[in-house]
């Protein structure tokens, strides 16, 4: 018999001032401001076992009998505070300038590094405005935007690492502190965490560069884009020896990221006038992401030895093991293979990178970047008279993942889940009479150990999918003024409609949906009816 109760307050409190002038060719608005928020929980929790009977009346903690049981407790707070101000000015409509400033401040960090400020401005130009464009008729739109700002995070840091807390335990702590070991015995304490009483605010800066563009009355417009942001101070808690005790997992304000790219949409409609009406929208973007700085024992604990393979000035988002040289087809191959406890015909064959004869973590190298080597997407909006539709496609190119599927699809000797069968790819693992299978041997064995993570289970998880699709019909005026409404339109609409690609050439994605590669819950497709009503 359990019960438990949780008691969430969160309070928030927010002030604006805002001003406004317009005059011929001047306009500014501004707004300046106060929140404060603060978070406060008290929970608890019982368990005891034996209910005398299971009624209403009778089945509660209070009148149970069991020997066992269990009692726990909990309790958050935090708090944030922040001044705000924000101006935005424009001149002849040609010239635009906006300023930000935020002063933020966190009771998750200690009293030196509580508060930080937070600068952003950026500009922009009009130049189609310009009376030397004014012949341009061809031409549209022509502005440039440039802008640069800087935000603070807490990244999910838990509450109270800024201290070093002690916890009790009798069970872990209790010692015959007077050498009485038949007796009571008295409890300690141990360390909770490391308190790092430096934490500040993780930063991030972040410069962008824009121009966007309209041609032919603006039935081709769009724009082009670069990024470049930079990340210092993030909050990281790092590896500690076992020599330094319990708790011994210090946060720490200890790398730095850099991360920048491009993005491009276009977009290009119908004549007005024409009774068939479409918008056909595309964008496209990539990114290159870099750790450009990390503390030393956090370099350590990364894959590598310290020495091969530093993951300074590479992404994070990488997978990193053994790389697999397909699979043993005769004993020769096995007999001439370096040293791989457990190598045998029919088992995967593992590359020895440092040429020393012998497979081990040394090995390992970089196999895969989750990263794309672009996303992008793009929408079709048709109209004819009173119907609708509208279709969205998107889709990422050259990134790999982990298929984690992969060890029950192709693998019986990792692991056999009850309630599971495994898919229809193992029935072409390699045999005496399928010699030329890319699939290990059945075997419930693991002396190969294929269980450790390689190349094997990198597959590409490019993919371009119909992620949506709606249909719509709008009554005539006519008829929905009749029953006493402004506009009434039926739809029906479809999400998550199809899959139309898994990976492209011949590394294609063996599994379902190489957007959830691992045990996730897959995108379900959903349709849905419905109709809009304006009276």
């Known amino acids: 018999m359990g019960n438990s109760q949780s008691h969430p307050l969160n309070y928030v409190w927010t002030n604006t001032l805002s001003y406004s002038l317009n005059t011929r060719k001047h306009s500014l608005d501004a707004v300046f401001g106060t929140e404060f928020t603060r978070f406060v929980q008290e929970g608890f929790s019982a368990r005891r076992e034996g209910i005398y009977l299971e009624d209403r009346d009778f089945a509660h903690i209070g009148v ?4 066992k049981y269990e009692l726990r407790s909990s309790a958050d707070e935090y708090t944030y505070f922040s001044l705000f101000g924000k101006a935005n000015y424009v001149y002849d409509t040609k010239y635009l300038l906006s300023f930000t400033l935020r002063r933020d401040g966190s009771s998750l960090f200690g009293k030196n590094n509580r508060y930080a400020t937070f600068p952003a401005f950026s500009a922009g130009w009009r130049i ?15 502005k440039l935007r440039a802008g640069w700002g800087a935000n603070g995070s807490v990244q999910g840091l838990p509450r109270g690492y800024t201290s070093t807390p002690f916890s009790t335990d009798y069970f872990q702590t209790s010692y015959p502190v007077e050498g009485n070991e038949t007796g009571a015995l008295y409890s300690g304490y141990y360390r909770t965490w490391l308190g790092n009483p430096d934490l500040k605010w993780e930063t991030t800066t972040q ?32 590896p500690y020896i076992a020599a330094m005790g319990e708790g011994g997992e210090p946060w720490i304000n200890g790398a730095s990221m850099n991360n920048r790219g491009f993005e491009f949409e276009l977009a290009f409609g119908s004549d007005p006038k024409n009774a068939f009406q479409y918008t056909i929208s595309a964008n496209i973007g990539t990114y290159k992401t870099k750790l450009v700085d990390l503390p ?78 672009f996303y992008g997407g793009i929408t079709f909006d048709l109209a004819y008279r ?39 790819r193992i029935l072409d693992a390699w045999s005496f009479d ?32 119909l992620r949506n699709i709606e249909i719509g019909y709008t009554l005539p005026g006519r008829i929905s003024e009749k029953l006493f409404m402004q506009h009434l ?47």
């Open 64 to 67: 149970t009998t069991g020997s």
């Open 128 to 142: 189609k405005n310009e009376s030397f464009m004014e012949n341009l008729d061809f031409l549209s739109d022509l």
């Open 207 to 238: 410069t962008d560069l824009a121009v966007d563009f309209g041609f032919l009355n603006q039935r081709l417009r769009g724009s082009l884009g670069y990024y470049s942001k930079k990340t210092k101070d993030i909050l990281v808690q790092t």
């Open 296 to 373: 030393q024992n956090v370099v350590n604990k990364y894959p590598g030895d310290g020495v091969h393979d530093l993951v300074l000035g590479r992404t994070p988002n990488i997978l990193y093991g053994h790389v697999a040289d397909g699979i043993f087809k005769t004993q020769e191959e096995v007999d001439n293979h370096a040293e791989q406890p457990g190598k045998t015909v029919g088992r995967i064959r593992y590359k020895d990178l440092d040429g020393n004869g012998y497979i081990d973590n040394y090995d390992r190298t970089y196999v895969g970047i989750t990263d794309p080597d």
């Open 386 to 424: 009173n119907f609708d539709m509208n279709l969205f496609f998107q889709g990422v190119y050259g990134n790999k993942v982990n298929n984690i599927w992969k060890q029950e699809s192709d693998l019986w000797n990792i692991t056999v889940p009850a309630g599971k069968n495994h898919p229809v």
């Open 434 to 465: 399928n010699p030329d299978a890319d699939i290990p041997a059945i075997s419930n064995s693991t002396q190969n150990a294929e269980n450790r993570f390689s190349s094997y289970y990198v597959e590409d998880g490019s993919y371009l999918k």
């Open 489 to 535: 339109r039926f739809y029906a609409s479809a999400r998550n409609v199809l899959t139309l690609k898994k990976g492209w050439g011949n590394d294609k994605y063996t599994s379902f949906d190489p957007e959830m590669p691992d045990y996730g819950y897959l995108t379900p497709f959903s349709v849905s009816f419905g109709l809009n009503v304006k009276f």
